[in-house]
């Protein structure tokens, strides 16, 4: 069974840069496509980021292409995030997952296995 913990939010002023890691525990998810999601206060969760088990694919929401990178470590059992040129539009808890099966690799609805999440703040 794996457990997923995010970390590396905070708060940025607009235009600055934040890497958020998500890290397995219990067994590695190597094997397995993982995401970023995101979710507002008020918001429905929506997809940002996903790559492919073997890390050779990658997927962007259109309002992230571009400004985030997705990358993965299957030796170190880790997901990380780069996000560069943050807008306040960005404010959300972010979180890791696992894909399931039954959406597209692009579809929020098709994660699961969510972890605690991570508070991002971008200020204007």
């Known amino acids: 069974q794996v457990q997923l913990v995010e970390s590396g939010g905070g708060l940025v002023q607009a235009g600055g840069s934040l890497r958020l890691s998500c890290a397995a525990s219990g067994r590695t998810f190597s094997g397995y496509d993982m995401g970023w999601l995101r979710q507002a206060p008020g918001k429905e969760r929506v997809f940002v980021a996903a790559?492919?088990?073997?890390?050779?694919?990658?997927y962007y929401a259109d309002s992230v292409k571009g400004r985030f990178t997705i990358s993965r470590d299957n030796a170190k059992n880790t997901v990380s995030l780069q996000m560069n040129s943050l807008k306040p539009e960005d404010t959300a808890v972010y979180y890791c997952?696992?894909?399931?099966?039954?959406?597209?690799?692009?579809?929020?609805?098709?994660?699961?296995?969510w972890g605690q999440g991570t508070q991002v703040t971008v200020s204007s």
């Open positions: 790559i492919s088990w073997s890390g050779g694919s990658t």
């Open positions: 997952a696992r894909r399931t099966m039954g959406f597209t690799v692009v579809d929020a609805n098709g994660y699961a296995y």
